[in-house]
Protein backbone atom coordinates (compact mmCIF):
# COMPACT_ATOMS: atom_id res chain seq x y z
CA UNK A 1 0.00 0.00 0.00
CA UNK A 2 1.50 3.25 -1.30
CA UNK A 3 1.78 6.20 1.32
CA UNK A 4 0.86 9.95 0.68
CA UNK A 5 0.80 13.08 2.13
CA UNK A 6 -2.50 14.28 3.13
CA UNK A 7 -3.21 17.70 0.63
CA UNK A 8 -5.36 19.88 2.74
CA UNK A 9 -3.78 22.54 4.78
CA UNK A 10 -5.89 21.79 7.66
CA UNK A 11 -6.76 18.28 7.70
CA UNK A 12 -10.60 18.75 9.40
CA UNK A 13 -12.94 16.34 8.26
CA UNK A 14 -15.99 14.05 8.81
CA UNK A 15 -15.45 10.65 7.23
CA UNK A 16 -18.20 7.90 7.83
CA UNK A 17 -16.50 4.63 7.42
CA UNK A 18 -19.06 1.37 6.64
CA UNK A 19 -17.60 -1.90 8.32
CA UNK A 20 -14.27 -2.89 7.35
CA UNK A 21 -13.70 0.29 5.48
CA UNK A 22 -10.35 1.97 5.48
CA UNK A 23 -8.35 5.16 5.06
CA UNK A 24 -5.06 4.40 3.30
CA UNK A 25 -1.60 4.79 5.27
CA UNK A 26 -0.85 8.76 4.56
CA UNK A 27 0.53 11.54 6.64
CA UNK A 28 0.16 15.51 6.90
CA UNK A 29 2.18 18.52 8.38
CA UNK A 30 -0.44 19.31 11.06
CA UNK A 31 -1.30 17.36 14.57
CA UNK A 32 -4.97 15.61 14.46
CA UNK A 33 -7.42 14.04 16.61
CA UNK A 34 -8.96 11.30 15.13
CA UNK A 35 -12.38 10.29 17.10
CA UNK A 36 -14.48 7.57 16.05
CA UNK A 37 -17.97 8.87 17.69
CA UNK A 38 -19.84 5.69 16.40
CA UNK A 39 -18.12 1.95 15.90
CA UNK A 40 -14.53 1.37 17.02
CA UNK A 41 -11.56 2.26 15.04
CA UNK A 42 -8.17 1.40 14.68
CA UNK A 43 -5.22 3.81 14.18
CA UNK A 44 -1.91 2.07 13.05
CA UNK A 45 1.77 3.44 12.59
CA UNK A 46 4.85 2.52 12.83
CA UNK A 47 5.13 2.15 16.17
CA UNK A 48 1.39 -0.56 16.67
CA UNK A 49 -2.00 0.03 16.42
CA UNK A 50 -4.30 2.00 18.57
CA UNK A 51 -7.83 0.51 18.72
CA UNK A 52 -10.52 3.33 20.31
CA UNK A 53 -13.94 3.14 21.17
CA UNK A 54 -16.01 5.93 21.75
CA UNK A 55 -14.74 6.86 24.92
CA UNK A 56 -11.12 7.75 23.53
CA UNK A 57 -9.58 9.42 20.98
CA UNK A 58 -6.47 9.56 19.75
CA UNK A 59 -3.67 12.54 19.43
CA UNK A 60 -1.78 12.04 16.08
CA UNK A 61 1.20 14.05 16.08
CA UNK A 62 2.48 15.72 12.85
CA UNK A 63 4.19 13.71 9.93
CA UNK A 64 3.38 10.68 11.92
CA UNK A 65 2.90 7.92 9.10
CA UNK A 66 -0.65 6.51 10.10
CA UNK A 67 -3.69 4.59 8.26
CA UNK A 68 -7.60 3.82 9.46
CA UNK A 69 -9.90 1.07 10.01
CA UNK A 70 -13.30 0.81 11.14
CA UNK A 71 -15.23 -1.56 12.59
CA UNK A 72 -19.06 -1.77 12.56
CA UNK A 73 -20.32 1.70 11.02
CA UNK A 74 -18.09 4.25 12.04
CA UNK A 75 -18.46 8.04 12.23
CA UNK A 76 -14.73 9.29 12.09
CA UNK A 77 -13.96 12.95 13.07
CA UNK A 78 -10.46 14.68 11.81
CA UNK A 79 -9.61 17.62 13.63
CA UNK A 80 -6.36 18.95 12.57
CA UNK A 81 -4.09 21.67 14.30
CA UNK A 82 -1.26 23.84 13.00
CA UNK A 83 1.72 22.36 14.42
CA UNK A 84 2.44 25.23 17.08
CA UNK A 85 -1.14 23.75 18.57
CA UNK A 86 -0.15 21.49 20.74
CA UNK A 87 -1.13 22.36 24.40
CA UNK A 88 -0.36 18.67 26.17
CA UNK A 89 3.39 18.58 23.91
CA UNK A 90 2.85 15.44 22.78
CA UNK A 91 5.37 13.91 20.13
CA UNK A 92 3.78 10.10 20.00
CA UNK A 93 0.60 9.13 19.48
CA UNK A 94 -1.52 9.20 22.44
CA UNK A 95 -4.92 8.01 23.82
CA UNK A 96 -6.86 11.00 24.96
CA UNK A 97 -9.62 10.63 27.28
CA UNK A 98 -13.23 12.37 25.85
CA UNK A 99 -15.82 13.51 28.65
CA UNK A 100 -19.23 14.21 27.00
CA UNK A 101 -17.73 18.17 26.94
CA UNK A 102 -15.25 17.23 24.47
CA UNK A 103 -17.30 14.20 22.36
CA UNK A 104 -19.87 17.53 21.56
CA UNK A 105 -16.95 19.91 20.81
CA UNK A 106 -15.24 17.09 18.03
CA UNK A 107 -18.58 16.51 16.55
CA UNK A 108 -18.93 20.39 16.32
CA UNK A 109 -15.64 21.42 14.89
CA UNK A 110 -16.10 18.82 11.84
CA UNK A 111 -19.87 19.70 11.19
CA UNK A 112 -18.69 23.28 9.40
CA UNK A 113 -14.77 23.31 8.88
CA UNK A 114 -14.73 26.20 6.71
CA UNK A 115 -17.50 28.10 8.95
CA UNK A 116 -17.38 31.66 10.39
CA UNK A 117 -13.63 32.10 11.26
CA UNK A 118 -14.36 33.69 14.88
CA UNK A 119 -16.42 31.28 15.84
CA UNK A 120 -14.39 28.33 14.76
CA UNK A 121 -11.15 30.05 16.83
CA UNK A 122 -13.12 30.23 19.87
CA UNK A 123 -14.26 26.26 19.88
CA UNK A 124 -11.00 25.38 18.84
CA UNK A 125 -9.35 27.09 21.35
CA UNK A 126 -12.28 25.73 24.47
CA UNK A 127 -11.23 22.29 22.38
CA UNK A 128 -7.46 22.38 23.13
CA UNK A 129 -7.86 23.43 26.70
CA UNK A 130 -10.37 20.52 27.03
CA UNK A 131 -7.36 18.06 26.00
CA UNK A 132 -6.41 15.28 28.70
CA UNK A 133 -4.24 11.90 28.49
CA UNK A 134 -6.11 8.97 28.86
CA UNK A 135 -5.14 6.63 31.71
CA UNK A 136 -6.44 3.58 30.38
CA UNK A 137 -3.34 1.76 27.96
CA UNK A 138 -4.54 -1.09 26.77
CA UNK A 139 -5.73 1.19 23.56
CA UNK A 140 -2.17 0.97 22.39
CA UNK A 141 -0.84 -2.71 21.44
CA UNK A 142 3.17 -2.39 20.40
CA UNK A 143 4.26 -3.71 16.96
CA UNK A 144 7.08 -6.60 17.31
CA UNK A 145 9.89 -6.28 15.37
CA UNK A 146 12.21 -9.77 16.31
CA UNK A 147 11.12 -12.26 13.80
CA UNK A 148 10.56 -14.63 16.76
CA UNK A 149 7.97 -12.17 18.50
CA UNK A 150 6.38 -11.55 14.96
CA UNK A 151 5.85 -15.11 15.29
CA UNK A 152 4.38 -15.33 18.49
CA UNK A 153 1.98 -12.11 18.52
CA UNK A 154 0.96 -13.24 14.48
CA UNK A 155 0.03 -16.65 16.25
CA UNK A 156 -2.30 -14.58 19.39
CA UNK A 157 -3.86 -12.30 16.75
CA UNK A 158 -4.81 -15.29 14.70
CA UNK A 159 -6.49 -16.89 17.62
CA UNK A 160 -6.78 -14.51 21.21
CA UNK A 161 -8.13 -17.67 22.86
CA UNK A 162 -4.73 -19.74 22.30
CA UNK A 163 -3.81 -20.20 25.97
CA UNK A 164 -0.17 -21.95 25.41
CA UNK A 165 1.90 -20.73 28.09
CA UNK A 166 5.43 -18.61 26.79
CA UNK A 167 7.75 -22.13 26.88
CA UNK A 168 4.79 -24.07 24.20
CA UNK A 169 5.08 -20.50 21.78
CA UNK A 170 8.79 -20.75 22.21
CA UNK A 171 9.01 -24.03 20.67
CA UNK A 172 7.02 -23.11 17.72
CA UNK A 173 9.43 -19.75 17.14
CA UNK A 174 12.51 -21.10 17.77
CA UNK A 175 13.36 -19.40 20.68
CA UNK A 176 13.51 -20.18 24.50
CA UNK A 177 11.33 -18.34 27.34
CA UNK A 178 13.89 -17.13 28.88
CA UNK A 179 15.07 -15.06 25.23
CA UNK A 180 10.82 -14.43 24.29
CA UNK A 181 10.82 -13.03 27.84
CA UNK A 182 13.24 -10.67 28.10
CA UNK A 183 12.06 -9.98 24.02
CA UNK A 184 8.78 -9.45 25.39
CA UNK A 185 10.29 -6.65 27.82
CA UNK A 186 12.77 -5.18 25.59
CA UNK A 187 10.83 -4.38 22.50
CA UNK A 188 7.50 -4.17 23.62
CA UNK A 189 7.79 -2.47 26.82
CA UNK A 190 5.56 -5.17 28.72
CA UNK A 191 5.67 -8.90 29.85
CA UNK A 192 4.27 -11.65 27.38
CA UNK A 193 0.64 -11.99 30.00
CA UNK A 194 0.63 -7.93 29.93
CA UNK A 195 0.23 -8.19 25.97
CA UNK A 196 -1.64 -10.88 25.30
CA UNK A 197 -4.45 -9.56 27.69
CA UNK A 198 -4.12 -5.98 25.41
CA UNK A 199 -4.10 -8.27 21.97
CA UNK A 200 -7.55 -9.74 23.48
CA UNK A 201 -9.00 -6.94 24.42
CA UNK A 202 -8.47 -5.04 20.90
CA UNK A 203 -10.03 -7.83 19.26
CA UNK A 204 -12.78 -7.69 21.88
CA UNK A 205 -13.22 -4.17 20.81
CA UNK A 206 -13.50 -5.21 16.98
CA UNK A 207 -16.45 -8.36 18.22
CA UNK A 208 -18.57 -5.77 20.50
CA UNK A 209 -18.76 -3.24 17.51
CA UNK A 210 -19.91 -6.24 15.64
CA UNK A 211 -22.95 -6.43 18.06
CA UNK A 212 -21.42 -10.22 19.06
CA UNK A 213 -22.63 -10.87 22.46
CA UNK A 214 -20.46 -10.31 25.46
CA UNK A 215 -20.61 -13.65 26.37
CA UNK A 216 -19.50 -15.17 22.88
CA UNK A 217 -16.65 -12.08 23.18
CA UNK A 218 -15.58 -13.73 26.46
CA UNK A 219 -14.84 -16.84 25.16
CA UNK A 220 -13.72 -15.92 21.79
CA UNK A 221 -11.24 -13.72 23.51
CA UNK A 222 -9.46 -16.27 26.15
CA UNK A 223 -11.35 -15.58 28.91
CA UNK A 224 -12.50 -18.71 31.28
CA UNK A 225 -15.96 -16.91 32.17
CA UNK A 226 -17.85 -13.92 30.98
CA UNK A 227 -17.35 -12.06 34.23
CA UNK A 228 -13.59 -12.50 34.18
CA UNK A 229 -13.91 -10.47 30.96
CA UNK A 230 -15.71 -8.18 32.40
CA UNK A 231 -13.68 -6.93 35.48
CA UNK A 232 -10.45 -6.57 32.99
CA UNK A 233 -12.78 -4.93 30.45
CA UNK A 234 -14.23 -2.80 33.03
CA UNK A 235 -10.37 -2.20 34.74
CA UNK A 236 -9.25 -0.78 31.08
CA UNK A 237 -11.82 1.11 30.41
CA UNK A 238 -13.70 2.34 32.94
CA UNK A 239 -16.94 0.49 31.88
CA UNK A 240 -18.58 -2.64 31.37
CA UNK A 241 -18.87 -3.96 27.73
CA UNK A 242 -22.32 -4.66 27.86
CA UNK A 243 -22.57 -0.55 28.07
CA UNK A 244 -20.56 -0.40 24.79
CA UNK A 245 -23.20 -2.88 23.75
CA UNK A 246 -25.65 -0.86 23.88
Given at each position: ???????????????????????????H????????????????????????????????????????R?Y?????????????????????????????L???????A???????????????????????????????????????????????????????????????????????????????????P?????????????????????????????????????????????????????
Amino acid sequence: MSIYRHQPEAPTALRRLAPGGAIDTHWHDEHQIVYAATGVLSVTTGEGRWTIPPSLAIWVPARTTHGHRAYGTTDVHLVGFAPGENPLELTAPTALAVTPLLRELLIAATQDPGGDAGERARLRAVLLDRLRPASARPVHLPAPRDPRLVAVCAALHADPADGRSLAAFGAVAGAGERTLSRLFRAELGMTFPQWRTQSRLHHALVLLARDVPVTVVAHRCGWSTPSAFIDVYRRAFGHTPGRYAR
